[in-house]
C-alpha cells in the first residue's frame, strides 16, 4: 500500500523524563497546548509565566527578568487609551484596571516562576516568529503591543545571528544556574498569516536554521513540532477553523509523538492512569444526590489514593 504522507524521524537524542520530574515551558501559544497535556497528566509543569511570547528576544527578556527576580514597578508599566495598565514584556492577561493589580500579579508570577525555573529539569521553548516590534519611545521589543496605534512601533524581522544570539543567551542562563537542564526548543506549527504567506515562511526559515545553529553545538534538542504538522499532518482537517492554529486532534498527535521517545514506560502508565482518573472527574452527573454519583465519588478517592502510594509511597 503506498504511503499517504511523510514520515518525520522523531529525535533519538533527548533525554528520557519521569513523572518526578518537573517542566518549564515559555515561548508561543503552542507551549500553551502542549504544557496543558502535561499540566492535566498531573506532572509538575509551569506555562509561559509571562503569558504567550511569540519571538525569541521576549522569550530571552523573560528569562532575563525571572532568573534576576525583577521586580516591577509603576514605571515599567503603560497606561493606554482605555484606562488599562498594561506592560510591554507582558500577555495582556496582566493587564488590569489599576497599577497595583497589575504589578501584584506580575511580580507575583516572576517570584513563583524564579524558584521553578532555578530547580526545573525540562525547559520547552517554543518560537512563533521572527519578526517584531520595536517601541519607538524606548528602542525595546516589545512582548505585545496591546492594540496601542501602529505608528509607536517600527515592525521589523530578526536576523539568523539576532536569533541565534539570543537563544545561546538563554543558554548560557540557565545552564549557569543549573548545567544538568535539558533544554528543547521547538518552532511553532501556528501560521502568522497576519504578516503574510510569504513573511511567515521567511520568519520561520530564520528561526529553524537559528535554532539548529544552537542545537548543533550541542547544548540544546530540537522536537519537531513544525515538522510534523506540516507533513504528516498537511491537511487543513488539522486546523481550527481560523485555519492557522492546530486542532486539538493535531495537538494530541503531536503530543503522543513527543511522549513516545520522551517519557519512560513507568510515567506513561502513570500519565494514563491519571487520564482514566480526568474522564471521571470530567464526569457530569444528571443528579448530583444520586447513588451512582456518590459511587463515582468514592471510586475518585480511591484511585487518587492509589496513584499517591503507587508512585510516591505515600
Given at each position: 500500500m503506498a504511503n499517504l504522507f511523510t514520515k518525520v524521524n522523531l529525535p533519538s537524542d533527548i533525554s528520557v523524563a519521569n513523572?518526578?520530574?518537573?517542566?518549564?515551558?515559555?515561548?508561543?501559544?503552542?507551549?500553551?497546548?502542549?504544557?496543558?497535556?502535561?499540566?492535566?497528566?498531573?506532572?509538575?509543569?509551569?506555562?509561559?509565566?509571562?503569558?504567550?511570547?511569540?519571538?525569541?528576544?521576549?522569550?530571552?527578556?523573560?528569562?532575563?527578568?525571572?532568573?534576576?527576580?525583577?521586580?516591577?514597578?509603576?514605571?515599567?508599566?503603560?497606561?493606554?487609551?482605555e484606562g488599562v495598565w498594561i506592560s510591554f514584556d507582558h500577555s495582556s492577561q496582566f493587564s488590569a484596571l489599576t497599577s497595583n493589580e497589575a504589578l501584584s500579579n506580575i511580580n507575583k508570577s516572576v517570584r513563583n516562576a524564579h524558584s521553578f525555573l532555578l530547580n526545573t529539569d525540562y525547559i520547552f521553548i517554543t518560537l512563533g516568529t521572527a519578526w517584531v516590534y520595536e517601541n519607538n519611545s524606548t528602542g525595546g521589543i516589545?512582548?505585545?503591543?496591546?492594540?496601542?496605534?501602529?505608528?509607536?512601533?517600527n515592525k521589523r524581522i530578526l536576523s539568523v545571528d539576532e536569533v541565534y544570539k539570543s537563544l545561546a543567551k538563554i543558554v548560557e542562563l540557565v545552564k549557569r544556574k543549573k548545567k544538568s537542564v535539558e533544554i528543547v526548543f521547538t518552532l511553532s506549527p501556528v501560521r502568522h498569516i497576519?504578516?503574510?504567506?510569504?513573511?511567515?515562511?521567511?520568519?520561520?526559515?530564520?528561526?529553524?536554521?537559528?535554532?539548529?545553529?544552537?542545537?548543533?553545538?550541542?547544548?540544546?534538542?530540537?522536537?519537531?513540532?513544525?515538522?510534523?504538522?506540516?507533513?504528516?499532518?498537511?491537511?487543513?482537517?488539522?486546523?481550527?477553523?481560523?485555519?492557522?492554529?492546530?486542532?486539538?486532534?493535531?495537538?494530541?498527535?503531536?503530543y503522543e509523538k513527543l511522549a513516545s521517545v520522551f517519557f519512560d514506560n513507568h510515567t506513561k502508565e502513570y500519565i494514563y492512569e491519571h487520564k482514566k482518573l480526568n474522564n471521571l472527574l470530567n464526569h457530569r452527573p444528571v443528579f448530583s444526590e444520586s447513588g451512582a454519583h456518590k459511587k463515582t465519588l468514592l471510586k475518585i478517592t480511591q484511585m487518587e489514593e492509589e496513584i499517591t502510594r503507587k508512585y510516591f509511597g505515600k
Amino acid at each position: 500500500m503506498a504511503n499517504l504522507f511523510t514520515k518525520v524521524n522523531l529525535p533519538s537524542d533527548i533525554s528520557v523524563a519521569n513523572y518526578k520530574h518537573s517542566f518549564f515551558f515559555i515561548g508561543s501559544c503552542f507551549s500553551n497546548s502542549i504544557g496543558n497535556i502535561f499540566t492535566n497528566s498531573k506532572l509538575q509543569t509551569l506555562i509561559n509565566p509571562f503569558g504567550v511570547l511569540f519571538n525569541p528576544i521576549s522569550v530571552l527578556n523573560a528569562v532575563e527578568n525571572i532568573i534576576s527576580k525583577k521586580v516591577y514597578s509603576e514605571k515599567d508599566l503603560f497606561l493606554n487609551n482605555e484606562g488599562v495598565w498594561i506592560s510591554f514584556d507582558h500577555s495582556s492577561q496582566f493587564s488590569a484596571l489599576t497599577s497595583n493589580e497589575a504589578l501584584s500579579n506580575i511580580n507575583k508570577s516572576v517570584r513563583n516562576a524564579h524558584s521553578f525555573l532555578l530547580n526545573t529539569d525540562y525547559i520547552f521553548i517554543t518560537l512563533g516568529t521572527a519578526w517584531v516590534y520595536e517601541n519607538n519611545s524606548t528602542g525595546g521589543i516589545v512582548a505585545n503591543c496591546h492594540r496601542f496605534p501602529q505608528k509607536k512601533f517600527n515592525k521589523r524581522i530578526l536576523s539568523v545571528d539576532e536569533v541565534y544570539k539570543s537563544l545561546a543567551k538563554i543558554v548560557e542562563l540557565v545552564k549557569r544556574k543549573k548545567k544538568s537542564v535539558e533544554i528543547v526548543f521547538t518552532l511553532s506549527p501556528v501560521r502568522h498569516i497576519k504578516d503574510g504567506v510569504i513573511e511567515n515562511a521567511r520568519s520561520k526559515a530564520i528561526l529553524l536554521t537559528a535554532i539548529h545553529q544552537l542545537c548543533d553545538t550541542g547544548f540544546a534538542k530540537y522536537f519537531p513540532s513544525f515538522e510534523i504538522m506540516t507533513d504528516e499532518l498537511r491537511d487543513y482537517r488539522y486546523y481550527k477553523s481560523d485555519l492557522l492554529h492546530p486542532s486539538d486532534l493535531a495537538v494530541d498527535i503531536i503530543y503522543e509523538k513527543l511522549a513516545s521517545v520522551f517519557f519512560d514506560n513507568h510515567t506513561k502508565e502513570y500519565i494514563y492512569e491519571h487520564k482514566k482518573l480526568n474522564n471521571l472527574l470530567n464526569h457530569r452527573p444528571v443528579f448530583s444526590e444520586s447513588g451512582a454519583h456518590k459511587k463515582t465519588l468514592l471510586k475518585i478517592t480511591q484511585m487518587e489514593e492509589e496513584i499517591t502510594r503507587k508512585y510516591f509511597g505515600k
